[in-house]
T-cell receptor, first 111, second 114 residues
Framework: GQQVMQIPQYQHVQEGEDFTTYCNSS?????IQWYKQRPGGHPVFLIQ?????EVKKQKRLTFQFGEAKKNSSLHITATQTTDVGTYFC???????????FGAGTILRVKS | NAGVTQTPKFQVLKTGQSMTLQCAQD?????MSWYRQDPGMGLRLIHY???????DQGEVPNGYNVSRSTTEDFPLRLLSAAPSQTSVYFC?????????????FGPGTRLTVT
């Protein structure tokens, strides 16, 4: 079945450092979504990318969708303690009725 | 709007017991789904529904049943609880087909099976 792989599994950064998580799919995706889950909380939708090569920004967060629509990245500039949590990418499963999540990247920020 | 609500928040079961996790949404979303979250494994889809009366299996359906009699409610039943079902369970809803639209998650149910 379709898989969405995400790396790294875990990253611990000093406050102010940058952070990037990468997502790779075994198949071409019609879209990719990103979610954030705070410790003890539930996943919250951040953004959806649809177009090949698309780049979207939300303040210090930059999201990219690869040209082949099989990979994506989330980059956080100058991390803050409020950025801690797990970041998930997700793409449509075969048939389009399901959303397949990556394993997530856990971000810890040391102040 | 309350969004997606789940009850209970916490539950401890003994092996072999059955129970139902409740999920409701007030956004008139057609699509609803259940995920379980285990450390290092992300969110795995258990069952989903594209509308009232229609359900289908996800990635890890064994040991779970669902039904969708109304648009608002999507309960998840554990038939005979096993320690392997210890997990955090999230219900989600979406305004359209699960893979194309953002999902709204409930607060989760933390289940421990002893």
């Amino acid at each position: 079945g379709q898989q969405v792989m995400q790396i790294p599994q875990y990253q611990h950064v000093q406050e102010g450092e940058d952070f990037t998580t990468y997502c790779n799919s075994s198949t071409t995706l019609s879209n990719i979504q990103w979610y954030k889950q705070r410790p003890g909380g539930h996943p919250v939708f951040l953004i959806q990318l649809v177009k090949s090569g698309e780049v979207k920004k939300q303040k210090r967060l930059t999201f990219q969708f690869g040209e082949a629509k099989k990979n994506s990245s989330l980059h956080i500039t100058a991390t803050q303690t409020t950025d801690v949590g797990t970041y998930f990418c997700a793409g449509p499963g075969i048939g389009g009725n399901k959303l397949v999540f990556g394993a997530g990247t856990i971000l810890r920020v040391k102040s | 709007n309350a969004g997606v609500t789940q009850t209970p928040k916490f539950q401890v079961l003994k092996t072999g017991q059955s129970m139902t996790l409740q999920c409701a949404q007030d956004m008139n979303h057609e699509y609803m789904s259940w995920y379980r979250q285990d450390p290092g494994m992300g969110l795995r889809l258990i069952h989903y529904s594209v509308g009232a009366g229609i359900t289908d299996q996800g990635e890890v359906p064994n040991g779970y049943n669902v039904s969708r009699s109304t648009t608002e409610d999507f309960p998840l039943r554990l038939l005979s609880a096993a320690p392997s079902q210890t997990s955090v369970y999230f219900c989600a809803s979406s305004p359209g087909t699960g893979g194309a639209y953002e999902q709204y998650f409930g607060p989760g149910t933390r289940l421990t099976v002893t």
